[in-house]
């Protein structure tokens, strides 16, 4: 016989000696599809310079690792239309950037302090 596992209910790790339950306390997602039929897309906007600016400053930071913050890559996020777009997760906030300095305030601001950049949200009804 088997029990169904709840994962409110699961056993947490010693804080001592593990990360968050979560493994990372925050994760970064940022769109770096390209898409070859000319449609708009988060790579024509320099997506991938800024997944490695935010890599970087977030390993300067000392975020990086279990616990703390993961910055990953990702295929289509379907938000086309406010590209170049990322996601951070637990907390589901999109952010619509144009430079590295939006990276650079989007590292400081919500990956290190959990202040989410007002002027960064990506307008919700903006999708594909």
Same mark, same amino acid.
């Given at each position: ?25 925050? +994760? ?14 988060? =790579?024509? +906007? ?9 890599? !970087?400053? /977030? ?14 890559? =990702? ?12 996601? /951070?997760?637990?907390?589901? /906030?999109?952010?619509?950037? !144009? ?7 989007? !590292?400081?601001? +919500? ?12 307008? =919700?009804?903006?999708?594909?």
């Amino acid at each position: 016989m088997t029990h169904p596992i709840s994962l409110n209910s699961a056993v947490q790790p010693d804080s001592a000696t593990a990360p968050a339950a979560g493994y990372y306390q925050r +994760h970064i997602f940022f769109c770096l599809n390209e898409r070859s039929n000319g449609e708009a897309c988060c =790579a024509q +906007h320099d997506a991938q310079a800024a997944f490695e600016r935010c890599k !970087v400053q /977030v390993k300067a930071a000392g975020l990086a690792g279990p616990g703390q913050v993961r910055v990953n890559k =990702a295929g289509c996020l379907d938000r086309c239309a406010a590209g170049p777009v990322a996601v /951070v997760y637990p907390e589901g /906030v999109w952010y619509s950037y !144009v430079d590295a300095s939006d990276i650079d305030e989007i !590292v400081e601001s +919500h990956l290190k302090n959990g202040q989410v950049v007002q002027r960064l949200l990506t307008p =919700a009804d903006l999708g594909r």
